[in-house]
């Protein structure tokens, strides 16, 4: 059996696929997949998802030049969810500029905003 | 607004939930939310998840007794995973009695089983 049939793909066609950051060990995004962003992913050695609003591959990185380099590919137990250990290129996933998108803290029922933002998007995106 | 109602629940009320390892800095397991189940997560200090499969709230930990103690609640940049960080009592998150749940990593176009199993899954669900 191909490797890719083996993952519990659900009823969109779609797995989650965590990006991990290699030195900095943190999680950096949770984006998805499909049979070809999966595909792309392995053959380009950079992490490539499907964007479900834009509906179309996404490259990560394709504007923003902030390229995820694949290290290794994880799958869970029940083969429905990806670990993607990367290494972030400059240091910022988020497209608010900050290091990764987690960061939104619960604090006494409400979401507070933590991490620097490292870089303007305006500057990021222009 | 409540903090509740600021996420972006998908389709059937869920959002992903990444429960993350504060002292090893391991991604545990990718397992679902629902309101309820993220309320009692926040309520009991420990994490319950929406088990998709048993269609009832899911008290991790509630035989094997790994329980994993909340510290830190993130939500991302657009409101739809979260990032639990927590101590995994026990040391293992796995049903496999491994410590996390992405133990198969892909090498040469196979799922490859890797990590150790530190606890004999028939002795832990006995």
Redesign the interface.
């Known amino acids: 059996m191909?490797?890719l049939e083996?993952i519990a793909w659900n009823e969109q066609g779609l797995v989650?696929a965590?990006a991990?950051e290699k030195h900095t060990?943190k999680?950096l995004?949770?984006a998805w997949m499909n049979h070809e962003s999966l595909s792309a992913t392995?053959d380009e050695g950079r992490t490539v998802y499907w964007s479900r609003s834009r509906n179309k591959l996404w490259r990560k990185g394709e504007e923003s030049g902030h390229v995820q380099k694949v290290d290794?590919?994880?799958?869970?137990?029940?083969?429905d969810?990806i670990?993607i250990i990367v290494e972030q290129i400059g240091g910022i996933a988020?497209?608010?500029g900050?290091a990764h998108?987690?960061?939104?803290?619960?604090v006494n029922?409400?979401?507070v905003e933590t991490e620097d933002v490292l870089r303007d998007p305006k500057e990021i995106y222009s």
Chains 1, 2 share one sequence.
Not at 72 to 79: F, G, K, P, V
């Open positions: 191909n490797w083996e989650p965590i991990f060990k999680i995004t949770l392995v290794e590919i994880r799958l869970d137990c029940d083969s969810a670990v988020c497209h608010t900050r998108c987690f960061y939104k803290k619960l029922g409400k979401w």
